[in-house]
């Protein structure tokens, strides 16, 4: 029987944040932070942080839709960070930390703008949503030190009081959705 797995490329703030949460969940077999959506080929960190790249700051999610749906994803994005800050998530402010979905089908981007709507309909939030639904076009990946950086770093100020509280969020409402011990 052949496995079949998709992509999902996702910006939502720091990549450290989204990939520390979406590794917990089950059916997903792979997360790596990355950088798209800009103009310059192969950027560093550095680069990206300045600004003046285009990219932002994303997590390709490979998943295997048999067990995690790509509206699934999504449900888990949006409870994960504030979809009406243009351009920041907390104190992380500029373009690369913006909100977007980088769409790899036409079936992704139909589900991404339902769940816009869906959202919107709810008033979930006070302000109106900003998150861009826009192709996914290439993905470079980010410098080996981030890989696995809460994990690997869950002490660091930083990950205790932005990225830990994010990941008991996501433990909290979405435990059904966790991988088991």
């Known amino acids: 029987m052949e496995h079949h797995t998709e992509t999902s490329t996702l910006a939502g703030g720091c990549?450290?944040?989204?990939?520390?949460?979406?590794?917990?969940?089950?059916?997903?077999?792979?997360?790596?932070?990355?950088?798209?959506?800009?103009?310059?080929?192969?950027p560093t960190y550095r680069q990206v942080c300045g600004g003046a790249t285009g990219h932002a700051e994303v997590v390709n999610v490979t998943f295997d839709?048999?067990?995690?749906?790509?509206?699934?994803?999504?449900?888990?994005?949006?409870?994960?960070?504030?979809?009406?800050?243009?351009?920041?998530?907390?104190?992380?402010?500029?373009?690369?930390?913006?909100?977007a979905i980088f769409h790899h089908s036409q079936e992704q981007k139909a589900v991404a703008e339902q769940v816009i709507r869906d959202l919107t309909a709810s008033r979930v939030w006070d302000r109106p949503i900003v998150t861009e639904v826009t192709p996914f076009a290439a993905f470079y990946p980010a410098e080996d030190y981030h890989r696995d950086y809460f994990r690997r770093n869950s002490a660091q100020p930083y990950c205790q009081v932005v990225i830990a509280p994010k990941v008991a969020k996501l433990r909290k409402q979405h435990l059904d959705r966790l991988k088991r011990a």
């Open 15 to 42: 990549f450290w944040c989204l990939e520390a949460v979406f590794q917990e969940l089950q059916g997903v077999e792979r997360v790596e932070s990355g950088y798209a959506g800009g103009h310059v080929v192969n």
């Open 65 to 99: 839709p048999s067990i995690i749906s790509f509206r699934d994803l999504l449900d888990v994005f949006f409870s994960m960070h504030d979809p009406t800050t243009l351009n920041r998530q907390g104190a992380d402010v500029g373009t690369q930390y913006r909100s």
